[in-house]
């Protein structure tokens, strides 16, 4: 087994990591490394709910949030070091150029929809040790329609207008995502069910990191394949917010990807070295398949095609995780497959020349954005869902880490 300096030996679970060492060189014994670590600032933040108290200390956290840490009275040490990282804008972040840059991906909200479940919430299930914090927190087989959700209040969020500026909610609920993994981090190093030597420290530095590929890289590419592109000016935006969103997550810059060809790496990376898939991995896609997927591609048909739905995810999902994933996780196949290849070939073209016409750009978002609107709220009328992460869910079945258990 190879020894990481200053760490020891890898994680068990790594799979073929002379390979990857040889093939990456300095990336993957960065990304090895990784592995050993959390978020030295947000963990410190929530060591410090020992002596503050959970609910005071989320509290702080929002108020830091909104008015900055130093409205905050009796703001720790650790939530002030915390807010300095998070105030101090990278030289490379343009926020106006994002915003500008972004204010039309809306038009695309039906196609985005079924990307975040098929296509990035799916491809992060193929790793049981990055799953592995999921089944341990116990809410998210029960409960796939509610966690992709609260994923997607997120994303609409930080892809709101102005969303990741300092006074904005996709700023907060970012930071919140950040203090949701360490507190969820330290219950499972504190608990005996974490096999550290197998896994790695909980939600590490590395498959962090490859969040930002199940967020960016693989929704762009899933887009496209469905025909829903989006011009180079906002593929080249959807990088940038990415880059600053993996900032404000606390993803250390040796692992932090800068642009699409370092994501791709990033990807090859962890598909050479990721632990196999077990039982829960599979389970989890069962899950949003059944409780999410399905009905929604429903939602979308008149009830004698209902029988069509499944074949319909089972052959988005082989598109965009590829062949040899989707069998791993047990993704039936379907000779629906080459039909929406066809299909999305095809809207491929019809998009690229509607793009091309005056003011459709501006029609089509201005319709995306209702679209969107109307889909949350019937979402969350659905499936019961009255807040945005979990951290906010109201008390019931297994108790979550990140929820106040006062």
Not at 79 to 97: G, I, K, N, S, T
Not at 124 to 133: F, L
Not at 348 to 364: A, E, F, M, Q
């Amino acid at each position: 087994m190879a020894a990481i300096p200053g760490h020891g030996e890898l994680p068990t679970t790594v799979r073929h990591h002379d390979e990857a060492l040889r093939r990456f060189g300095d990336r993957a014994s960065a990304y090895f490394s990784g592995m050993w670590d959390g978020d030295p600032l947000a963990d410190a933040f929530v060591a410090d709910f020992a002596t503050i108290g959970h609910g005071r200390g989320m509290r702080m956290l929002r108020q830091a949030c909104r008015e900055g840490v130093d409205a905050v009275e009796g703001a720790p040490a650790s939530l002030r070091a915390l807010f300095a990282q998070l105030d101090a804008v990278p030289a490379w972040v343009d926020l106006a150029r994002i915003n500008r840059d972004s204010r039309q991906l809306a038009r695309y909200t039906r196609q985005a929809g079924i990307v975040l479940g098929a296509a990035s919430l799916v491809s992060g299930y193929a790793n049981s040790a990055a799953s592995r914090p999921l089944e341990l927190t116990g809410r998210y087989v029960e409960n796939a329609g509610m966690r992709t959700i609260e994923v997607g209040s997120w994303l609409l969020a930080i892809n709101a207008d102005h969303g990741l500026e300092r006074d904005r909610p996709g700023f907060e609920l970012t930071v919140r995502v950040r203090i949701i993994h360490a507190l969820v981090r330290r219950q499972l190093l504190d608990s005996p069910d974490w096999d550290t030597d197998a896994w790695g420290v909980p939600i590490c530095q590395s498959y962090l990191a490859y969040t930002l590929i199940e967020f960016c890289l693989i929704p762009l590419r899933g887009m496209r394949a469905i025909g829903a592109p989006y011009l180079p000016h906002e593929v080249d935006a959807y990088y940038e917010t990415w880059r600053y969103v993996g900032h404000l997550l606390g993803i250390d810059p040796s692992l932090l990807p800068t642009d699409e060809a370092e994501q791709r790496v990033l990807e090859e990376l962890y598909l050479l070295t990721r632990p196999p898939v077990d039982d829960y991995c599979i389970s989890l896609v069962a899950a949003i398949n059944d409780e999410f997927l399905v009905p929604e591609i429903e939602e979308l048909l008149p009830r004698q095609l209902y029988g069509v739905a499944p074949p319909v995810v089972h052959g988005l999902e082989r598109i965009f995780l590829g062949e040899k994933i989707a069998d791993e996780l047990q993704v039936p196949t379907t000779r629906a497959t080459p039909f929406i290849r066809l299909l999305g070939s095809l809207m491929l073209v019809v998009n690229l020349l509607i793009d091309r016409i005056p003011g459709s750009l501006t029609l089509r978002t201005r319709l995306g954005e209702r679209y969107r609107d109307q889909q949350e709220t019937r979402l969350r009328t659905r499936y019961s869902v009255r807040h945005d992460l979990v951290d906010d869910s109201p008390a019931g079945g297994k108790p979550h880490p990140a929820r106040d258990p006062g």
